[in-house]
């Protein structure tokens, strides 16, 4: 079946630490997002790339990076200048076109230790 | 610029009794609109969307949205409501062709009582 797999599902980080979010997808999707949630709110733009060697930063990049190596691969690093960088993270891939549909990854959890 | 307010944060309803979940929306553009459901640690499953069609959008498991461009809305609903159905509810605006651009609402979590 075609979809989005994230791992891990949960992630404890030190102090000080980079840990990296893996998310791959095999629904031939040329844009891949992540999104950051915090309890009782909606999902905030980390980054996003359209195509493959090429990203953007969202409305929250500070204290994360990405890559875009290949079209089936969105890795995300939470870096040690993330001072709060415990949330639920979710990526997701959407296809070309008008009304274009975000599928999403069943996300992971990052705590610090 | 895009915004989208759920009216409501937390709505309770009994199993077999109506859903509305209310959702409005500001856009600059013909946006394209969606609902999403989702379960506790798990990712977003598309519910609906709205591109332009029909105005009476239907979805999975029975749920529908009416967009109503004069009240700039687009609530959802559903006639009865499941045990199942109990989740947190996102309401999507998107207004660029091209570009990344989703606004997400800050989410309506639904309790079904039995």
């Known amino acids: 079946d075609g979809g989005i797999t994230q791992s891990p599902k949960y992630l404890f980080r030190k102090e000080g630490q980079n840990v990296t979010l893996s998310c791959e997808q095999n629904l031939n999707h040329d844009a891949m997002y992540w999104y950051r949630q915090d309890p009782g709110q909606g999902l905030r733009l980390i980054y996003y790339?359209?195509?493959?060697?090429?990203?953007q930063k969202g409305d929250i990049a500070e204290g994360y990076s990405v890559s875009r190596e290949k079209k089936e691969s969105f890795p995300l690093t939470v870096t040690s200048a993330q001072k709060n960088p415990t949330a639920f993270y979710l990526c997701a891939s959407s296809g070309p076109g008008q009304g274009k549909t975000q599928h999403f990854g069943d996300g992971t959890r990052l705590s610090i230790l | 610029a895009q915004s989208v307010t759920q009216l409501d944060s937390h709505v309770s309803v009994s199993e077999g009794t109506p859903v509305l979940l209310r959702c409005n929306y500001s856009?600059?553009?013909?946006?394209?609109l969606f609902w999403y459901v989702q379960h506790p640690n798990k990712g977003l499953q598309l519910l609906l969307k709205y591109t332009s069609a029909a105005t009476l959008v239907k979805g999975i498991n029975g749920f529908e949205a009416e967009f109503k461009k004069s009240e700039t809305s687009f609530h959802l609903t559903k006639p009865s409501a499941h045990m199942s159905d109990a989740a947190e509810y996102f309401c999507v605006v998107s207004e660029d062709n091209y570009g990344q651009n989703f606004v997400f609402g800050p989410g309506t979590r639904l309790s079904v009582l039995p």
């Open positions: 856009s600059s553009y013909s946006p394209s």
């Open positions: 790339s359209q195509i493959v060697n090429d990203f």
